[in-house]
């Protein structure tokens, strides 16, 4: 029995490196600079941490502006996404109406749709109505990606609370705006933050879209793809862990909340 | 009452939106792909069909997906499995499994990039052991089953974590009176495994499923990231005519074959898992 709880636990073990492991590399490539990368063979043990590496990177004309662009785009997609989301998944979630189950097959539809065939045409029409390579145009097209996925999370949200709360705030004098407002809102909050982090993620790490729609202006995505075949190797690897520090820092923040909305979302 | 118009109000903006950045741009990419000079022509079809790089990116993508998304699935159920049997620490362990599911898929190309290049970790490790006098090239055009499997690599370490969360949430939800009824008949752990839990998670397979195969299709970044333009498949391809050749309507006519075979991925799975009637709830 214990030699089968000691396989299973290394099994756990063994799996969680793998999925560590690889972090703990880029990592120790993206602080150890250019010794770092160009010593053969490498230590396994990475040598003595120095942010030259991260911080050459950051000198990098482009690379700040680069980053603010990628926070820039993140934070317009995820303001557009909960705003335009949220009270149509309040409606989906309280309101037996016509036209309901039109809207959400649109809704999920988004879903099997390839950026690709998305971004291709926005291109013609951003350059005419002036959004082309602005964060703006950009975030535009990664609230498509995240607004369905705000719809349907909030709707599980917004149904996960008792509508006689909101009845009873009814009952005391309270409008429809503002029991929604200090009655339901409050309760759906954690679960509106995390979306919202979500939305940020998906705008964060997305790559094709924001490469076709910039030029100049780029996302940090866009800046590495388009420098990835020319520049040395300690500044990709630097680039690639500066996009992986948010991200897993905001699973943390969410993952209390993972099931709920992937279990949902994914229905 | 003026409750017949508020879910309306409510949703407009949204429908709006959707239908403005979602559906025209849809209608339009058909238009981009079917359209030479402004006049209907299949003239973008044949360019991409007789582009040297188009089989090789259509034989790629498909071995990718093929490749991937089961050993996605299987690993994912192993490893849901495993945290079934965990009683302490499991919250930790679960984030630990998810932490790559806010990663890229170009970050997760660059991760692997410092593990698979000349000069790079693996390599380390195998001069360490002794298996290799000097540093060997994985990546290049020469080595094209190494190149792929090192793509296969980074998806699978990358995407495992979306399956296994949409398989853990459905095991959450299956009635724990199942298994030991399973259990009081006498079935062993892989019976009740079989026969048991397996049928049950078919919706939660199928989605994930469904979710991978679409999403495998549309990997690019990881691809361009460690094998370049050495491993073309069709993402990347629809980027490279957009990019390098500014010729949106070859790009578009990618776009439509990858669109095409996502719907048409879906559609088998939707019908191969469909759940029996008498089990939908």
Redesign the interface.
Known sequence: MTLRRGI?LS??GV??A???L??W??AA?AVGGQGQ????????WPAGGTLDGLASFLAIEGVWKATANSVAVALLTMA?AI???A??G???A??N?R??NL?RV??LM????????????????FIRFGVYDTAFGVA??H??LA??FA?LVSASLFQAIPRELEEAAWVFGCT?WQAAMRVVLPLALPGIVATAIFAF?IS?????AA??LTVRNRTL?AY??AV??ESP?HL??A??FL??VP??L???LV?KH??AM??IA?? | MP?RW???A??A???L??GV??????V??G??AFQVHDAWALGNFTRMTGDLNFADALRNSFQLVLVAVPVQLCLAMG?AM?LR??QRGR?I???????????????A???????L?D???L???L??LGVIAA?EGWLTYETPFALFMAVAIAEI?RATA?VL??L???V?MLPKEYGEAAAVFGASPWQAFTKVTLPLLR?SIQ??L??RT?LA??A??VV??LG?RNFPVL?SE??AW??FNQD?GV??A???V??AI??AA?LVFLRLLRTPVEQQT
């Not at chain 1, 990368?37 to 396994?44: D, E, F, G």
């Not at chain 2, 950045?21 to 849809?26: A, Q, R, T």
């Not at chain 2, 630990?96 to 970050?107: E, F, K």
Request: proline share 7%.
């Open positions: 299973f099994g756990i799996i969680s793998w999925v560590l690889p972090i590399l880029i490539s990368i160009s010593a053969w063979p490498k230590p396994l557009m705003l335009l989301g009270p149509a309040y409606a989906l309280r309101f109406f036209g309901a809207f649109l809704v988004t879903r099997a749709f390839p950026v690709a065939i998305l971004a291709l045409p926005l291109t013609v029409s535009l097209m609230t498509t607004l369905p719809v429809r993620v964060w790490n997305e790559v094709f490469s076709v995505t590495l793809l990835l075949s190797m990709q690897f680039g690639g996009l992986i991200s897993v905001f699973i943390f993952r993972l099931f992937w279990g994914n229905r | 409750i508020l879910p309306y409510l949703i903006p949204a429908a939106f959707l950045l979602f559906v025209i741009p849809l339009q990419t238009a981009l490893m495993m049997h965990l919250a362990v679960l984030w630990v499994w998810s932490i790559p599911l806010g990663i890229s898929d170009l970050a190309g660059l991760v692997w990039l410092t593990i290049t000069q790079g970790y390599n380390s490790v001069f360490h540093p370490w979306i969360l949409i853990v949430a459905g959450q919706p989605s994930a469904i979710l679409v299709f549309e690019f970044a361009m990231a370049g993402v629809a980027y957009k990019h949106t790009a578009a990618y776009a439509l990858i669109m996502s719907v879906t």
